[in-house]
């Protein structure tokens, strides 16, 4: 079956710009989590869904970024007014249920802000 | 808060070699502890995992030991291979209950790179 997708793969914004990241979990799917890699680092948590309440966004870095999921499938991060220190690779995962549930990950957006 | 440390790379092997990747971590309860590994132009796969003390975890020959004395779960391979060339990541989940959510905390990763 498919695994977790991710759109755009890559991404070049203008500081300043607003963008969206899609993510499309694997099918069925309850639990939906959202990481930024900074390069060279581990990734690090942004925020949580299960289903469409987002239960946990205390890594989200500022009010600038955004997430929702409102059918509770796909996802999409939303960050607007883009700066240099958004640039990163932006991972979503999936799990199937419960916390404890392995986490399948997509292959991540990379965004570059110039 | 919680967090995971592991040895710096980049480490370089030859083929056959063995292999350890050192990791431990800091948490307040008892978290489950996990490798993941990316290949290159891959997305993080898991590799193994345990959930509690003296638990082993293996898969494709790495194999792993959840030590709560040592706050430790290094990576260890008898014998690596090109193809195990990866960047491979440590990460700590804590358990339910509380607000955490199952959310991952990851180390910085470490770059292995395997040559014939």
């Known amino acids: 079956g498919a695994g977790v997708s991710q759109s755009p793969r890559y991404k070049v914004a203008k500081r300043g710009q607003d963008v969206a990241l899609r993510c499309d979990p694997i099918?069925?799917?309850?639990?939906l989590f959202w990481y930024q890699q900074a390069l060279g680092q581990g990734p690090e948590f942004l925020t949580y869904?299960?289903?469409?309440?987002?239960?946990?966004k205390s890594g989200l870095p500022s009010d600038r970024f955004f997430a929702e999921r409102p059918e509770g499938s796909v996802s999409t991060l939303k960050i607007q007014r883009t700066q240099q220190e958004d640039s990163a690779v932006y991972l979503c995962?999936?799990?199937?249920?419960?916390?404890?549930?392995?986490?399948?990950f997509g292959p991540g957006t990379r965004l570059t802000v110039l | 808060g919680d967090s995971v440390t592991q040895m710096e790379g980049p480490v370089t092997l030859s083929e056959e070699a063995f292999l350890t990747i050192n990791c431990t971590y800091t948490a307040t309860g008892y978290p489950s502890l996990f490798w993941y590994v990316q290949y290159p132009g891959e997305g993080l796969q898991l590799l193994l995992k345990a959930t509690k003390a003296d638990d082993k975890g293996s898969n494709k020959g790495f194999e792993a030991t959840y030590r709560k004395e040592t706050t430790s779960f290094h990576l260890e391979k008898g014998s690596v291979q090109v193809s195990d060339s990866a960047v491979y990541f440590c990460?700590?989940?804590?358990?339910?209950?509380?607000?955490?959510?199952?959310?991952?905390?990851f180390g910085q990763g470490t770059i292995l790179t395997v040559h014939p």
């Open positions: 990460a700590l989940r804590m358990n339910a209950g509380g607000t955490s959510y199952g959310k991952l905390t």
């Open positions: 869904f299960q289903n469409e309440a987002q239960l946990d």
């Open positions: 099918s069925g799917h309850v639990s």
């Open positions: 995962a999936s799990s199937h249920r419960r916390a404890a549930d392995t986490q399948y």
